[in-house]
Nanobody, 119 residues
Framework: VQLVESGGGSVQAGGSLRLSCTAS?????VAWFRQAPGNEREGVAS????????YYSDSVKGRFTIAHDSAKDTVYLQLNNLKPEDTAMYYC?????????????????WGQGTQVTVS
């Protein structure tokens, strides 16, 4: 499975971005993680693509939205009301199961990351 992310960039606080993760290969769950310099990797959202079940960390709930477009094999992460503390490298990850939350050890496939900077 290969994952390709796009959509990162620099925005001002309160702004929005949309990240994309396109997968080649069979997966059942896709998640987004982020890691800021000096911090541990943090899971922010996941989606069980077959049933569109989503999960969010408390730090992003109500501001970020994860969605899956099956026709494009792409998972999106809409980031709204961005804060400086959202600044990080964002990674897409995928798994064939059985768990679909945001524990990084459950994910076997990872993208290269896309940078989000909020000032």
């Amino acid at each position: 499975v290969q994952l390709v992310e796009s959509g990162g960039g620099s925005v001002q606080a309160g702004g929005s971005l949309r990240l994309s993760c396109t997968a080649s290969g069979y997966t059942v769950c896709v998640a987004w993680f982020r890691q800021a310099p000096g911090n541990e990797r943090e899971g922010v959202a996941s989606i069980l693509t077959g049933v569109q079940r989503t999960y969010y960390s408390d730090s992003v709930k109500g501001r970020f939205t994860i969605a899956h477009d099956s026709a494009k094999d792409t998972v999106y992460l809409q980031l709204n009301n961005l804060k400086p503390e959202d600044t990080a490298m964002y990674y897409c990850a995928a798994t064939r199961g059985p768990y679909c939350y945001t524990s990084s050890r459950d994910f076997a496939y990872w993208g290269q990351g896309t940078q989000v900077t909020v000032s």
